[in-house]
């Protein structure tokens, strides 16, 4: 760089001008998405595994739900009436403690056991359906807000990209034309002919020998 570019580059850039303003948008875009974006990055940690069990594995994942199941306070209730009317009939028909008594309380016992464990097993699946569906959504909205961030950022990027470019190109045409400008007049002052295009390119050739 030499005098002549301090001097020639004094005026403003307009893009020069500019870059502040869009050099704000960025954090302010970040401020904004980044929660969504958090939100959906944890709610996809927390799916992702449960997902690819599911889909892999779905009996280990059956399992390890039914791991989770007690008996409820109403099948205990159920039960114990039942097989209490059982045995008073066995008892008055002289079954009682007899094979078929025995058999006839158990079949109590795992029918409603059967009809508990289905009721609580929709109940859990119920449950975990509107649990998946609130972290997909999550997921979903954070995506969007990833997409929406990463757009927004490129044209902020292109926009500074095209002043920058824009502004340079239109500071090097009027360093140009000013230099053609003083050269033509030098000419005709000194008896040179210089014509406008000879000038240009002279006035070219001194803005990158010089600045």
């Known amino acids: ?118 009721q609580w097993l929709n109940n859990v699946l119920g449950i975990q359906k509107e649990g998946l569906s609130g972290l997909t959504h999550q997921f979903d909205t954070g995506f969007d807000a990833t997409k929406g961030l990463t757009g927004d950022l490129s044209n902020v990027l292109g926009t500074q990209a095209g002043l920058a470019f824009q502004g340079q190109a239109n500071q090097n045409k009027s360093l140009s034309d000013l230099l053609s400008g003083l050269l033509k007049g030098v000419g005709t002052v000194g008896g040179w002919d210089l014509p406008g295009a000879n000038a240009g390119t002279l006035g070219s050739n001194f803005i990158n020998r010089f600045i």
Do not use: C, V
């Open 1 to 118: 760089m030499s005098w002549l570019s301090d001097f020639f580059k004094g005026g403003k850039n307009p893009a020069d001008a500019a870059m502040p303003y869009l050099d704000k948008i960025p954090g302010i875009e970040h401020q904004a998405y980044d929660p969504y974006i958090q939100h959906g990055n944890e709610a996809y940690n927390t799916l992702n595994p449960q997902i690819t069990q599911m889909g892999s594995d779905p009996a280990a994942f059956f399992e390890k739900l039914m791991g989770s199941y007690t008996p409820s306070r109403s099948y205990q209730l159920k039960n114990d009436e039942m097989r209490r009317a059982a045995g008073n009939t066995a008892a008055a028909g002289g079954m009682r403690g007899s094979l078929n008594d025995i058999t006839n309380e158990a079949r109590i016992s795992d029918t409603l056991m059967g009809d508990d464990m289905q």
